[in-house]
């Protein structure tokens, strides 16, 4: 027979898991940075998503969570900027395609010199752009925000130490750090990377259009 506190952490293991593993902006976000960018920066936008559940923790721990969820207008706010932030990026991703079809331009037949990927300074541009690419993704997520306070305000107990929940806040952010880690490991496997160097500008194009429709998605919902 399980006791309250065997329960509550089991609950909250399944629960997070189901959570993390149902697509959405996340994984939209890791598989577009890792298969244009790579394993590394696909690695390092996992780590930005599982750094922003931090500030969903820390709200909803000081109990401005359960505020937020029952004012409309805070989650209307983070709905609007979430939505508009996707649509940025699915717009970003489709402007070469936008622009050719609008001002009837061609592309350009001209090459443009490489850029040496492997210079420090590139580096930490990439890396930068990366993590910040998924923190935001994360941050501005209503849905991540909703799960937490859901969990902690209906699932964890009001009697669980501060420890606990700080410890079940690991847990969520790590098992958000390891799933993503291994979307982008898979997605950067040597066997799918040779046929992204041949379909790159469509993935750029795919990639460009789920996220334009997940932005509208969210901002009708």
Not at 80 to 107: E, H, Q
Not at 167 to 172: K, N, P, Q, R, S
Not at 206 to 220: A, D, H, K, N
Request: with cysteine; proline share 3%.
């Amino acid at each position: 027979m399980l006791n309250i506190d065997q329960f509550e952490l089991y609950s909250v293991a399944i629960i997070t898991l189901l959570a993390v593993m149902s697509p959405g902006p996340d994984f939209a976000m890791v598989s577009k940075v890792s298969l244009l960018k790579g394993r590394r920066d696909g690695i390092l936008c996992s780590i930005g998503i599982s750094a922003a559940i931090s500030v969903h923790l820390a709200y909803t721990l000081l109990g401005l969570g359960v505020v937020f969820a029952n004012n409309i207008w805070v989650l209307n706010t983070l709905r609007y900027l979430g939505a508009m932030y996707l649509i940025w990026l699915g717009i970003s991703a489709l402007w070469p395609d936008i622009k050719r079809i609008v001002f009837r331009t061609r592309p350009s037949q001209t090459q443009e010199p490489l850029k040496d990927q492997s210079s420090p300074q590139n580096k930490v541009t990439n890396s930068g752009s990366a993590f910040w690419s998924g923190f935001a993704c994360n941050a501005l997520n209503p849905k991540t925000m909703l799960f937490i306070v859901s969990l902690f305000s209906q699932v964890i107990s009001t009697d669980t130490s501060l420890l606990m929940e700080l410890g079940y806040g690991v847990y969520i952010a790590l098992a958000h750090f390891v799933w993503f880690a291994l979307v982008a490991c898979l997605l950067t496997s040597a066997r799918i990377q040779q046929k992204v160097l041949v379909f790159k500008i469509w993935i750029e194009r795919i990639t460009g259009l789920l996220m334009t429709s997940l932005g509208v998605r969210l901002l009708m919902s």
